[in-house]
């Protein structure tokens, strides 16, 4: 599999119609074992679509992008995870672990509160931020402390417990949308208190997303257990994050929804320091 990101001085570059570089990642068996930085060799989405077409590129790692490069993009099957921001290298391997959320198409050119994006030829003016996240922080990279915690009192996480504040952008699609809506309007030093509906944060479960398999189609599998988390491969090749859901002497299941799906949330949320 070859994964090519946006780049700019070890950055996720913003807008794709822009870029002058891209960094492409080969990845056997869901690891990085070589990377390379490519030019971009013109501009507007689709040269830059048949450019990566013809590199045999299966997924495009990017920040801002519009409608008609993600078009492009998808004509050409290419897989698209737009969002992204920080390190190129970190973007992918949150990619390969499954933790990158792609936004799509995430600016639409129209907004009520007086902010618009120049239409530029890959159909975006470089928002950071999806125009459905609006407030004083959409699309500024900020940093947080927060700790969240189920509706029983039991924590989950905690960015205090690990000394070091979580940094991203805000309203790019890296964080669950209720956390993104959260920070949008907080002032710096302001923490807040918010519960989250599974819509807000991971959605629900997904009963189609269960995938049972014959122990005989699946040999390696039979020392798995119940609740380890592997990794299968898409029809694409691509690595999918499961879960063991249930195991008996001749089948397996699995379970490809996210672990937090159809849960309530809970979060103390600190803004720590806006970025820019």
């Not at 900020?142 to 979580?166: A, C, I, K, M, W």
């Not at 890296?174 to 030093?189: E, F, H, Q, R, S």
């Not at 592997?230 to 002497?249: F, S």
């Amino acid at each position: 599999m070859k994964i090519a990101v946006t780049y700019e001085n070890g950055q996720v570059f913003q807008h794709f119609g822009h870029t002058e570089e891209f960094k492409v990642y080969d990845v056997e068996d869901g690891r990085v074992v070589s990377s390379k930085i490519i030019g971009s060799d013109g501009s507007g989405h689709e040269a830059l679509a048949g450019l990566l077409a013809d590199r045999a590129i299966d997924v495009l790692i990017c920040g801002g992008i519009g409608g008609g490069a993600q078009a492009a993009l998808a004509e050409q099957g290419i897989e698209l995870c737009a969002g992204a921001s920080g390190s190129a290298d970190e973007a992918v391997e949150a990619y390969l672990r499954g933790e990158l959320v792609n936004t799509g198409a995430n600016c639409d050119h129209h907004h009520d509160d007086g902010h618009s994006c120049h239409d530029h030829e890959d159909g975006c003016g470089g928002c950071h931020a999806p125009c459905g996240v609006r407030g004083k922080n959409a699309g500024k990279r900020v940093r947080t402390h927060y700790r969240g915690t189920f509706n029983d009192g039991t924590q989950f996480d905690s960015s205090y417990d690990r000394g070091e504040p979580l940094e991203f952008v805000c309203g790019a699609g890296m964080m669950i949308p209720g956390y993104d809506a959260a920070v949008a309007d907080m002032d710096v030093g302001q923490i807040v208190q918010v519960h989250l509906t599974p819509a807000e944060a991971y959605g629900e479960a997904d009963p189609e997303a269960f995938i049972t398999v014959q122990l005989a189609h699946l040999p390696e599998a039979a020392e798995l257990n119940v609740g380890e988390q592997v990794y299968l491969q898409d029809v694409g090749g691509r690595p999918v994050p499961v879960r063991v859901a249930a195991k008996d002497e001749t089948t397996i299941t699995f379970d490809a929804n996210h672990e937090m799906a159809g849960k309530e949330l809970n979060f103390t949320i600190e803004l720590v320091e806006v970025l820019d």
